[in-house]
């Protein structure tokens, strides 16, 4: 099932929004201290071409720098991102068909704005799973 959504994902919007996180990737290269925002885009356009079957998880550990990085980043091209995937979200939520698709854009927007500290990960890896509460 995950295979027939993501075709239909790939043709629908997420060969476009992989472009713009491409793009945005491009123009951070150019700078050697937005190296890593262009590192972090690459990934996140590979995310939005195929993301049906994996997850994003964030890491514990990231810190200040990723946080300082993430605020540099909203400004810069996250929130252009983000209102690319609710509009996108939006369009495909008009048809039934395209429901699971919008919802999967909308789950997209918040690694879109904060992408220095997440990790895309298969939804069958171990650390996809949520915390039992026996755990916490």
């Known amino acids: 099932m995950k295979t027939?959504?993501?075709i239909l994902w790939l043709v629908l919007c997420?060969?476009?929004?992989?472009?713009?996180?491409?793009?945005?990737g491009v123009i951070c290269f150019i700078l050697i201290i937005t190296i890593?925002?262009?590192?972090?885009?690459?990934?996140?356009?590979n995310y939005a071409?195929?993301?049906f079957g994996r997850t994003i998880i964030r890491s514990p550990g990231s810190g200040t720098p990723s946080m300082l990085g993430n605020i540099i980043w909203l400004i810069v091209a996250g929130i252009?991102?983000?209102?690319g995937h609710i509009t996108t979200g939006l369009a495909l939520c008009v048809t039934i068909i395209g429901i699971p698709l919008g919802i999967a854009s909308?789950?997209?927007?918040p690694v879109s704005l904060l992408p220095l500290g997440a990790q895309i990960v298969a939804?069958?890896?171990?650390?996809?799973a949520p915390a039992s509460p026996a755990m916490q």
């Open 4 to 6: 027939i959504l993501n």
């Open 14 to 24: 997420g060969l476009w929004m992989a472009i713009g996180y491409a793009v945005a």
């Open 36 to 45: 890593p925002f262009g590192i972090a885009s690459f990934r996140m356009a």
């Open 49 to 51: 071409l195929w993301p």
């Open 80 to 83: 252009w991102l983000a209102i």
């Open 106 to 109: 909308f789950k997209m927007v």
């Open 123 to 128: 939804t069958d890896d171990p650390r996809a």
